[in-house]
């Protein structure tokens, strides 16, 4: 299975970033140098990578952003085979493929 897996409030802890109009990128870097790491949900993702699965980091940081982005992952132990950068935005997104995957990650985790 492919996992999709994003990085700020998923893999971290609830940061709060302000608005990115209002702040320098160096301001930005230092909160996502500092993320406190969600363990638990490190841990089932490495799980995943370790039974198989493809593991994405998908996340909406700019790549500007792709040397501190990958060295918190390295240093917080996140496995994973890839990284995309810049995700798109919506307030509604209606795939099939979602719907499904949905279904067949509960029926694997159970």
Known sequence: ???AVDIDNTLTS????????IVSPNEYMEY????PARKEV???VNEWYDSGHIIFIYTSRDIYFRE????W??????????????K???DLLLDDKA???IRRLEDRLK
């Open 73 to 86: 992952l390295n240093a917080k132990g996140v496995k994973y085979h890839d990284i995309i950068y810049g």
């Open 42 to 44: 490190i841990n089932k």
């Open 32 to 35: 996502y140098r500092t993320a």
């Open 1 to 3: 299975m492919r996992i």
């Open 68 to 71: 501190v982005t990958e060295k």
């Open 99 to 101: 719907e499904n995957e």
């Open 14 to 21: 609830n940061i709060w970033l302000p608005d990115w109009r």
């Open 88 to 90: 798109l935005f919506f």
